[in-house]
């Protein structure tokens, strides 16, 4: 049966006693139609060999840890598509209920109501089935079975009431408070920020319980949003011994013999172009023009040579998934002496790199690209500044002090404008967003927040990295090796449905019938770049899309409109590129991928734990930058600005403080003026007798009512009313709710 597993190459490749595949396992199963025992399993299987059938035992233990099987109480194996359920992650939300996101991509997201949400926590990987849908029209979920809890340890508030301690955690989508036994309160004290760990998850008839293990102390300390945020989604931050211990045996310069057989790119003028406040350099860029076509090198510091598979680095470079970027902090992926020197392209140092050579056409098509073992020495660290004004602007005096480089940057900024036209053929999205930056003062006093300006310098860099992660994909595939893929998927059907309701109350159509194309979204901005309503469109048309993840097949990216992405320009900082430097250097050394050190299952597991630590790094720096500014609007309550409705909901309207790009809510009982009503399909509030509208993309003139550091919240009213003076209502505890339970 093992031999007919039409999977077979793929096990060989992986295993020198190849097993049956997952996908083998399940069809069996599947034409059974009836849970199995092991023993009947091996039996249709024609597994007879005491070690194929132990191996056996792992992976059918595997598919259940993954949510492919169900273990009945019965000890027999049934297939999830059989018992109709679905595996995913739940997401929480402040209010109490929740979301599952299937594992399926293809399959929409079920509705978790509050009292299903009682027994789970955000993150936490479990089996549902639908029980019907709600009022509002959503598939409903109902929990079968929690697979995996996701939160060990959490962050919150201690708190000493009537008796009964309890923890109420910081992160807004755990919406249940930890009970804490007298003995396990130690020496905190009402009021503090303090770290609980979990000693018992919850059920529907109980609270979680915990022990608190750290007092972090007073919430208002200067650094503390980032404790709080570190700890709060579990991010590692510190280095174990061994960690320590191995980076100390590295040099701050390459090893001679390291260079040997490597292609010498030393005396190319590679440059790295990057913000003024880099400190490490993943990626490097060189650009000629030979007559007939371009020739572009894209090097990327190689990590991998120095990261290998199951030593201490890499085993913590797994745990982290990512570096995590907070306002003028940085949580490193890995150690400083890699991450910001020996991996780092610095100027004038010999380094190691992975470089993508890509002989490209006068109309942007790819004619040829190869991967190479490399050693460079950059021959200018240059900013997007400097760079934008040498090329753009054509500042005389830059252009002169980079003259011996300045033709190579002119042919980067012409191949730019050749990528470009490309792009826009394809039919790629282009959503204009506004990212900030916090400027700090004495004790992370924020001075100012403003925003980060995109120039032309910025945008070349972004279409040579999509280009070399583009032959990257396709080496990939090409050499059927498993590696991460970057997957953004189609939107989901009921995405698009709404979207069309809501541009049909504009005038306004999306082309593509049931399943649009990237190209149509990029149609459509481009027929409302001048209506005054082009920032709302453009919001809905960004909250139709679906999140990107990472894949150990290739999807395609529909945002970028291309069948083949992958990452491979940012080792130092996202795991995923290190994985894909890993198989590149296989497949170059090896000439083929057997024998690489990962099969397709241990690469779907690690695409699945690197999605998570990327949206745990969002998460994260999202808590600390809504902090921060938080925390910059205290001493602003009373004062009044204008801004932009970025989103109108049933509860209420969020705006955008212009120049300060800050965000707050509109309370849907501060509109004291009439009876509002949500118009879901036009995004808008409308009033029951004025008719008055407030939609995305208006402006408007607000007051600042309330700052909430706790909730990280800032509460608006309109200037003309006289809501901000009423007293707010004494928060009421999560625990409350619950607490009659134990």
């Known amino acids: 049966m093992v031999s007919k597993d039409p999977h077979y190459a793929r096990e060989a490749a992986n295993y020198e006693n190849p097993i049956p595949s997952r996908e083998l396992i399940l069809s069996v199963l599947n034409d059974e139609g009836k849970p199995l025992k092991f023993t009947r399993i091996i039996s249709l299987l024609k597994i007879t060999e005491p070690k194929l059938q132990e191996a056996v035992g792992f992976r059918l233990r595997a598919m259940v840890r993954d949510g492919q099987l169900l273990f009945t109480r019965r000890k027999q194996y049934l297939s999830i598509e059989k018992a109709d359920l679905t595996a995913g992650r739940v997401v929480g939300h402040a209010d109490g ?61 201690y708190f000493k009431v009537d008796g009964v301690s309890f923890v109420e955690p910081d992160n807004s989508r755990i919406s249940q408070s930890i009970f804490v036994p007298k003995a396990n309160i130690g020496k905190a004290k009402h009021g503090q920020v303090v770290v609980v760990s979990i000693t018992e998850y919850p059920t529907q008839r109980s609270n979680a319980v915990g022990k608190i293990t750290e007092i972090l102390g007073e919430h208002m300390a200067p650094g503390m949003e980032i404790d709080i945020a570190l700890r709060s989604h579990n991010l590692p931050f510190e280095w174990p011994e061994d960690v320590i211990a191995a980076s100390k045996k590295y040099s701050k310069y390459v090893a001679s013999h390291t260079k040997k057989s490597r292609l010498d790119l030393r005396k190319t003028p590679l440059v790295t172009i990057d913000g003024e406040d880099a400190r490490d350099f993943d990626d490097a860029v060189y650009c000629e023009h030979t007559g007939k076509h371009w020739r572009l090198l894209v090097a990327i510091a190689d990590v991998s040579h120095y990261v290998k598979e199951n030593q201490a680095l890499d085993k913590e470079a797994i745990e982290r998934g990512t570096s995590v970027y907070f306002p003028d902090n940085v949580i490193p992926m890995l150690p400083k002496v890699l991450s910001n020197g020996l991996c780092s392209l610095n100027p004038k140092l010999d380094r190691l790199c992975m470089v993508c050579e890509i002989h490209i056409k006068d109309d942007g098509s790819v004619l040829s690209y190869q991967f190479h073992e490399a050693v460079m020495h950059s021959a200018a660290r240059l900013t997007y500044t400097d760079m934008a004004a040498m090329v753009v602007d054509q500042d005389a005096p830059l252009r002169k002090k980079h003259k011996k480089i300045i033709q190579h940057l002119d042919n980067l900024y012409k191949l730019y404008h050749v990528l470009k036209k490309q792009r826009q053929l394809r039919g790629a999205i282009n959503f204009e967003t ?4 916090i400027k700090f003062g004495e004790n992370r006093k924020i001075e100012s927040i403003h925003p980060t300006e995109r120039n032309d310098a910025h945008k070349l860099i972004e279409e040579c990295m999509i280009l070399a992660n583009v032959c990257a994909a396709k080496f990939l595939e090409k050499h059927k090796i498993p590696a991460p893929h970057r997957s953004h998927p189609e939107p989901k059907s009921e995405k698009i449905k709404d979207l069309r309701e809501f541009l049909g109350g504009l005038g306004l159509s999306l082309a593509g019938g049931e399943k649009p194309e990237p190209i149509h979204y990029a149609e459509l901005m481009n027929q409302v770049v001048d209506r005054q309503d082009a920032h709302l469109v453009q919001a809905v048309l960004l909250r139709s899309l679906s999140q990107a993840t990472y894949t150990a097949e290739p999807t395609g990216h529909f945002g970028l409109s291309l069948e083949h992405y992958a990452h491979f320009t940012s080792p130092i900082r996202r795991y995923p590129d290190l994985l894909v430097h890993r198989a590149i250097r296989h497949i170059l050394q090896n000439k083929t991928s057997k024998g690489f050190a990962y099969s397709f299952e241990e690469m779907e597991r690690l695409c699945e734990h690197c999605s998570i630590t990327e949206r745990r790094a969002e998460d994260a720096t999202r808590d600390v930058t809504a902090w921060l500014k938080c925390e910059y609007m205290l001493d602003k309550v009373g004062e009044t600005f204008k801004g932009v409705i970025t989103t109108a909901t049933s509860f209420g309207i969020f705006i955008e403080l212009d120049d300060i790009y800050i965000e707050g809510l509109i309370h849907i009982s501060a509109l004291a003026s009439d009876y509002y009503h949500f118009d879901a399909a036009k995004h808008q509030l409308v009033g029951e ?18 700052v909430d550091l706790d909730d990280r919240k800032v509460d608006f009213v309109l200037p003309e009313t006289d809501s901000q003076s009423e007293k707010p209502k004494k928060k009421k505890s999560k625990y409350n709710k619950r607490r009659k339970k134990r």
């Open 689 to 706: 007798n004025t008719h008055k509208r407030y939609r995305v993309g208006d402006s408007i003139e607000i007051l600042v009512s309330r």
């Open 434 to 437: 506004t990212e900030t930056q």
């Open 97 to 157: 209920f929740g979301f599952l996101i299937p594992d399926d991509k293809t399959v929409d997201d079920f509705y978790l109501s509050e009292r299903q949400m009682q027994r789970v926590m955000h993150g936490d990987k479990v089996l549902v089935n639908m029980m019907g849908f709600d009022r509002r029209g959503r598939k409903e979920g109902s929990i079968i079975r929690v697979l995996e809890h996701n939160s060990k340890q959490l962050v919150g508030k």
